[in-house]
């Protein structure tokens, strides 16, 4: 255990002194926590493969599930990666700093162990300024998954991470809660067709928009599977404490079925946490369980950035199971999908 640092600052405008303090640590093999406009990230320097493991450690994350590095200016990309395409260029140009995660060949600077023994890596530059003013100030590449337990909602604010990492690492910077509250778009280019293995704040109609024939390649693994090629892969990922069930269908068959099974839930004794829109939480209003509300229907990006909070703050309520509902497949409502049908464990329930 260690004592665990916690310098709060302007996200828009940090003090140098306090990114200094930080990029310090990781300049010695520490781990420091930093907001981005996705998640909060857990970061060690990308090139000591000691400071790696200390990730997988502190996260207690399987050494099989690889880990993002990222970076302050576009010019290390050839630092990290070989054989970059124009492709990733061209991306890069567009889309960074920003939610977008590339898959390339690995560099030899870059330790196996970031990548779970595989010889490509998943780049990206973040769009915040503390992240950014980190690792100009470290003068390094950061590899960095999101800062929480291993399978845990991911952490969108500074608290998030200290329940789950307090006493396990060096610092934390506390930069206020984060944007879009979803992980990044990962996209591969490393095969001859380009795909993204996992959604994020970079849809696929935005994809299409460079790449035309972009496929979202959907795939959910265990921890002991071989050859998981980038973060967020797995099926088990962003659990609760609490069961989580996901009801798919429209609206008016799926709001009766939620509504029976809370009351078998309350009939057992069980705590009912009901993570849904505003406009269907409404219906369990008054009811016997516990509600928390992501926002209005139409607005994913207010749904997204409510989610991994929803999760957590009903955990924190003692809720014994969740019920949720899918949202529209489209834009962003793709990876806010993605997140329940893997915080579900694949429990779905079609109505």
Known sequence: MVKTLVLRLDARQPDSHLIERAAAALREGGLVAFPTETVYGLGADATSAPAVSRIFAAKGRPASDPIIVHLYDLAQLEQIAVGVPSLAYDLARRFWPGPLTLVLRRGERIPPNVSAG????????????????????????????????????????AAHVLEDLDGRIDVVLDGGPTVIGLESTVLDLTKPAPAVLRPGGITLE??????????????????????????????????????????????????????????????????????????????????????????????????????????????????????????????????IYDRLLRAAEGRIIAC
């Open 118 to 157: 595989l010889e490509t890596v998943a780049v990206r530059m973040p769009d915040h300024p503390a992240a950014l003013a980190l690792f100009r100030a470290a003068d390094l590449p950061v590899a960095a998954p999101s800062a929480n337990r291993f399978a845990r909602p991911s952490a969108t604010t």
């Open 206 to 335: 935005m994809l299409r928009a460079v790449i035309p024939d972009v496929a979202l390649v959907s795939r959910h693994l265990q921890p002991d599977d071989a050859g998981i090629e980038a973060p967020g892969m797995l099926l088990k990922h962003y659990s609760p404490r609490a069961e989580l069930l996901l009801f798919t269908g429209e609206p008016e068959r799926v709001i009766p079925r939620m509504q029976a099974a809370v009351k078998d839930y309350l009939q057992a004794g069980q705590r009912v946490g009901i993570l849904l829109p505003d406009e269907d939480a409404d219906v369990f209003e008054g009811a016997d369980v516990l509600v928390f509300r992501l926002g209005a229907r139409e607005n994913l990006a207010q749904l997204g950035a409510n989610l991994f909070t929803g999760l957590r703050e009903l955990d924190r309520r003692s809720a014994d199971v969740i019920l949720t509902r899918a949202v529209e497949r489209s834009g962003l409502g793709v990876a």
